[in-house]
């Protein structure tokens, strides 16, 4: 029970912090692993676009950019998702929750295990939850203002990409897998915890720039490093 | 006295049994002259029969008779004598009065063509038979598959929008045009006709039509600009291959002289009709091929070659997203869900209910199209659950009203629900194709139908694979979703009532120019149907204005014109749009009379004068002979006037212009003369200019006499007349009793 508080603590400081979204969960090995790294972009990722907002601008401001390749100091690579394929994650403590913010999906990636999400507006404008998904069901459920939360259930992993019609340049991410598994910071740092020990493959992956992977070995209360590099094409 | 009375009887009784007959028995329904004529000689038959013998002829008389003396049958003397002059005078009333019809034009269908004619330069023998693709196919039997495809690919690129997919007139711009489109299905056309006059018809289209068939106003293109000779041939030979039909051939040697027609079973597989019960989903792939493959693609990727031409994109299969469902969003629809859409198309598309095939063949269709997407392999679809029906009135209109703002349909179908979201919206399906929302307005253009309980399977299920989401979770009360319905049906009518003649009421006064006044509420609209010009370029395939709701009154020095259209975005350069929305009335230059100009603008030696309104500088003149070449005039010989506002979708706005123009050249506007005009109307924002517009074919304006006072006199004249004859015969009837008493 310490451990639970304890980890939850830990996932709800970092994500105050702004710095990286663990996927959480008690332990599952005592004595499990930590892998830690970076992602970096090489070549000329694209530009970032600006649109104009259209509608509802007293919540969805006047702007909005569009960065489908988010780089940040030292190139790292933002909103990569990086996971260890061949183990197993631990039940979420929580149910995954998907936000609607300021006409944006916050997080933009989202990481899940099969399950629930919980699907926030908090805008108080129309939102229509549009999805892409080809193992679970795609849906397109409106949520009017007056609709808070809506739950829906993704058994699937796959990736599945989010938008809503209502909002032309909202598009997120939602990962949905059984694997440990965390998104990368600004910087494109991160870190997966409680990997049991021994020798593992971890992959990267890119809603723009695609996957990459790599072995690594855990070893029981260590850090193991892995460093990626994705190349934006032109 | 059962025989006197039985002879009259028996006389009403057989003309109503053949009236009967004539009128439902007979099919397609005869005309009603025919039908009078019929009927007229049926009675005359009768009355000779009864005449035969006088015995025979005054028992048949003798109900009359007793009718006009017999004291116990005054009250029925005094109904008819009062009933008689009523209906004669409201007959009197009814031929007075103006009618709205257009009047009927007579024209032959098929003019005797001429024995050659000049294409592109060549010389073309319209009598040579076999044709050259014919003798191709019979050279080398393996081209007859590779011509069937190339003219089924310029059939269902080019002709489609008019003939129809079922090659039976029906396209879905088919509503748009006087005469309508040819039926090929109908053994009356292409099976009494030889390829040459095809080719001829197709090369030389309604331009090139002699003069017999004036008032020719057809729309049929003259594709020789387009096609190459060799494709009008495949398409000729598509169109006997497709509807089964055979040639007429002119030469000696008649029909054995023809290459037998290839087998269709070496590129479609055996013919649906031929097909061997080997299951549903082979023989649907038959029909398939042969119906659906032209715009769906052949393994279902909605990539045929229709496919870049219409809007929305014909259903990519593969995908298993559906828009038309009775199941909750996510799920694959039912088998019934998909027979509907094949029964009864998607009204607004171009894909047309294909009622035309039986039964067992749609389920064939439907088992075909479900192996194009994996997911039905394990699919059990459940129907959603809709919540029970709230019947429509006006509580329930104003909730729905509420509900409509509360969960935003405003956002993409508009303030007014006309289909008109915020600019920039950049509403996508989920193939990246653009998406206009419906117009709430016309529901003859929803998809799924316009019925109450269709628009709430709607908003319960949503349309798959487009930006509409399910509500069914996301209303306040489950029952709103009736609301809902009940407040958008109660937006338009079922139908929108087409016109075929714009009455121009007399009025006296100022007619106003403000396209909102209270005054224009009151006169009533002729709504002709726009559709897009696919004859010149550049072609216009999918236009988003599709309706011209024209009101017109006229005094005796100007007439004016008040329009409405809907229209999803106000596109004005002066406001930084890059081209402008307009609109345009067209009337032939100088009298009317005679042979029309071209519908499209004139046709070099016809020309058109044209009133017109464009977003920015307002009302105009012009004058054209060939599209494209618009010339608007200038100065002093400009007397158009009037004005137009935009609101939420819409366009409303008022030309007026004396009856005499400024041009001396010009036509003045006769009264209680069928008149030819024509609209136009472009969408600025869908980068329609020139020629890139939606348009109508020639349709009649009338400028009515002001109400002349012989509709109330004459009526009361011939009622009088008739009151006077009943007592003159009422009169005479019993003096002959009283002598015969006597």
């Known amino acids: ?234 | 006295m059962a025989g006197p009375r039985g002879k009259f009887l028996q006389t009403v009784v057989v003309l109503v049994v053949a009236l009967l007959i004539f009128k439902y028995g007979i099919r397609p329904p005869m005309p009603f002259s025919v039908l009078a004529l019929y009927m007229a000689i049926t009675l005359l038959a009768v009355l000779v029969y009864v005449s035969s013998d006088s015995e025979s002829w005054r028992a048949f008389l003798a109900p009359f008779w007793t009718t006009l003396t017999e004291p116990r049958r005054r009250p029925l003397r005094l109904g008819l004598g009062v009933l008689l002059p009523l209906l004669v005078g409201y007959y009197a009333y009814s031929q007075a009065a103006a009618k709205a019809e257009a009047p009927v034009e007579l024209r032959a269908i098929h003019p005797a063509p001429p024995p050659a004619i000049a294409f592109r330069g060549k010389q073309i023998d319209l009598q040579a038979t076999p044709t050259p693709l014919r003798k191709d196919i019979a050279a080398n039997p393996a081209n007859a598959a590779k011509h069937l495809a190339a003219g089924g690919a310029i059939y269902i690129q080019n002709c489609v929008y008019c003939h129809g997919d079922h090659l039976d007139g029906e396209g879905h711009f088919a509503h748009g045009f006087n005469p309508g489109p040819a039926n090929f299905q109908d053994p009356g056309t292409i099976a009494q006709l030889s390829e040459g006059f095809l080719f001829w018809r197709i090369a030389k289209g309604g331009p090139g039509l002699p003069k017999e068939s004036t008032p020719w106003n057809s729309a049929m293109p003259a594709w020789e600009d387009r096609l190459t000779e060799e494709q009008i041939w495949q398409v000729i030979y598509y169109l006997y291959e497709t509807t089964g039909h055979k040639p007429r051939v002119m030469s000696e040697g008649g029909h054995a002289a023809l290459p037998r027609a290839p087998d269709l079973a070496a590129w479609l597989g055996p013919r649906a009709v031929q097909a061997q019960q080997a299951g549903d989903a082979a023989r649907g792939k038959q029909l398939y091929d042969l119906h659906c493959a032209l715009c769906h693609g052949a393994t279902g990727k909605g990539d045929g070659p229709a496919a870049e031409r219409v809007l929305p994109k014909p259903r990519d299969f593969t995908a298993g997203k559906f828009k038309l469902r009775s199941t909750p969003s996510g799920q694959l629809p039912t088998d019934q869900d998909l027979f509907k859409v094949v029964t009864d198309g998607m009204p607004g598309t171009s894909m047309p209910p294909w009622r035309v095939l039986p039964d067992k063949d749609r389920r064939a269709l439907v088992a075909h199209v479900k192996t194009f997407a994996e997911g039905f392999k394990s699919a059990k679809p459940e129907a959603a659950k809709v919540p029970p029906e709230v019947a429509s009135s006006d509580a329930s209109i104003k909730r729905g009203k509420e509900m409509f703002e509360a969960i935003e349909c405003n956002k993409c179908h508009g303030q007014a629900g006309r289909g008109d979201p915020a600019p920039g919206s950049d509403l996508k399906d989920d193939w990246g194709n653009p998406v206009r929302p419906a117009n709430l307005h016309k529901p003859w253009t929803f998809r799924g139908g316009p019925e109450r309980k269709d628009v709430a399977m709607r908003l319960s299920t949503g349309l798959m694979g487009s930006p509409m989401p399910t509500f069914i979770d996301s209303v306040e009360k489950p029952e709103d979703i009736w609301h809902l319905a009940n407040y958008i049906r109660s937006l338009g009518p079922d139908r929108p009532n087409w016109a075929s003649l714009v009455q121009v009421q007399a009025v006296s006064g100022e007619i106003p120019s403000d396209p909102n006044a209270e005054f224009w509420k009151k006169v009533p609209a002729a709504n002709i149907p726009l559709v897009g010009q696919v004859i010149v370029d550049p072609r216009n395939f999918n236009p988003t204005i599709d309706l011209l709701a024209v009101r017109a009154v006229h005094t005796d020095s100007e007439v004016a014109f008040h329009l409405t259209w809907d229209d999803p975005t106000d596109s004005d350069p002066g406001k930084g749009a890059p081209k402008p929305d307009m609109v345009a009335l067209q009337f032939p230059t100088g009298t009317g009379e005679g042979e029309r100009p071209y519908f499209l603008m004139g046709d070099g030696a016809r020309s058109v004068s044209l009133l017109t309104w464009q977003a920015g500088t307002g009302v105009g003149e012009a004058t054209a002979a060939v599209e494209g070449k618009v010339t608007p005039r200038k100065g002093e010989s400009v007397l158009a006037k009037g004005q137009a506002v935009y609101d939420a979708g819409q366009y409303r706005a008022v030309i007026r212009r004396p009856l005499k123009g400024g041009d001396k050249a010009d036509f003045v506007f006769p009264v209680g003369r069928f008149f030819p005009m024509a609209f136009w109307a472009w969408d600025g924002s869908e980068g329609d200019e020139g020629a890139k517009a939606a348009v109508s074919t020639w349709y009649y304006v009338r400028l009515e006499a002001p109400l002349s006072k012989q509709q109330f006199v004459v009526p009361p004249i011939a009622a009088l007349v008739t009151v006077g004859l009943e007592l003159g015969l009422s009169r005479w009837a019993q003096r002959r009793r009283n002598r015969q008493v006597s």
């Open chain 1, 1 to 234: 029970m310490h451990t639970r508080v304890m980890v939850s603590l830990l996932v709800v400081a970092l994500l105050a912090a702004g710095g990286l979204f663990v996927w959480s969960g008690p332990a599952v090995a005592q004595g499990g692993g930590t892998i830690v790294g970076e992602v970096k972009v090489s070549g000329t990722p694209p530009a970032p676009k600006t649109v104009k907002v259209n509608k509802d601008n007293e919540v969805c401001g006047n702007e909005k950019k569009i960065v489908d390749v988010a780089v940040g100091t030292g190139s790292g690579l933002g909103n990569a998702v990086v996971s260890v394929t061949d183990a197993k994650g631990a039940k979420p403590s929580k149910k995954a929750v998907l936000d609607q913010k300021g006409c944006e999906f916050h997080p933009e990636v989202l990481v899940m295990a099969p399950g629930e999400v919980d699907i926030l507006n908090s805008d108080g404008v129309l939102h229509n939850i549009h999805t892409f998904s080809t193992a679970n069901p795609a849906f397109n459920k409106a949520q009017p203002k007056f609709k808070k939360v809506m739950t829906e259930k993704l058994d699937k992993p796959e990736a599945i990409k989010v938008q809503c019609d209502a909002h032309s340049w909202m598009h997120g991410w939602i990962l949905v897998t059984e694997n440990p598994a965390a998104t990368t910071d600004e910087k494109g740092s991160f870190k997966i915890e409680n990997v049991p020990p021994g020798k593992h493959k971890v992959e990267v992956w890119h809603p723009v720039l695609g996957k990459q992977s790599r072995d690594v070995e855990v070893k029981a209360g260590q850090e193991a490093k892995v460093a990626f590099e994705l190349a934006a094409k032109k």
